[in-house]
């Protein structure tokens, strides 16, 4: 097998077909072992993503799902979780791997800074979708919102300059501008702080952005009134393996510290 990376064998293959002298046998001949060369990568690179995704549920299934033949027959008809759990797309940071959540347990929306935009019909209503479909037809009793250090959703958001032209990406900035007032609030209060120290400020303040956002959900705020529903923040410090813990109104201080 070939060691040529796939992206030096597209260069090799896009200098030959620039060049403008006529194209003789051996040529043809190199652009032949090219276009092996890079079937076979294609193809290694996807058996090994086939494998991966077939071993995983061999696991799966072996160590889990035939060990537990009551909880999946239970599930097959029903689902009741308690809890909705709103976390980053990051790879790093599974609520289910976190907190040791059990299949039926946890019904999660993970996106960009787990952020949840204010009350709008017209606007982001696949998180809404997503939201009112375990508050009103699941009956979910609590709400945890989860942060997380090092989120790159949060750098975004505190690398935006009030007055700075839009970036270049398609969806992030307008996205993570959800938690402009948690930004605004910790340059204003941290100025003296670097960077990195307010972006670990932010992660949690965002958080409580989110709390108050869900609010704005009339389902939400209704269940809250009434005590059929709580809220809660979190925040998950992979670094240095600990979690935090906090209730509605007790902004970024914890009621809760876990390490």
Known sequence: MSTESYEDALERLGELLSDKSDLGNMAVAKMKKLFCELEEHKSNKSSDAVERIQSGFIHFKTHKYLKKPSLYNALANNQNPKFL???????????????????????????????????????????????????????VENILVIGHSRCGGIEALMSIEDDAAPNKSIFIENWVKIGTS?????????????FKEQCTHCEKEAVNVTLGNLLSYPFVRERVEKGMLALRGAHYDFVNGTFELWELDVKTTPAFAFS
């Not at 204010?118 to 998180?127: A, E, I, L, N, V």
């Not at 948690?182 to 670097?194: Q, V």
């Open 85 to 139: 759990v709103f976390a980053c797309s990051d790879s790093r940071v599974s609520p289910s791997h976190i907190l040791n959540f059990q299949p039926g347990e946890a019904f999660e929306i993970r996106n960009i800074a787990n952020m949840v935009p204010p009350f709008d019909k017209t606007q982001h209503s696949g998180t809404g979708a997503a939201m009112e479909y375990p508050i009103t037809k699941l009956n």
């Open 182 to 194: 948690a930004k605004n609030k910790i340059k204003k209060e941290f100025r003296g702080l670097s």
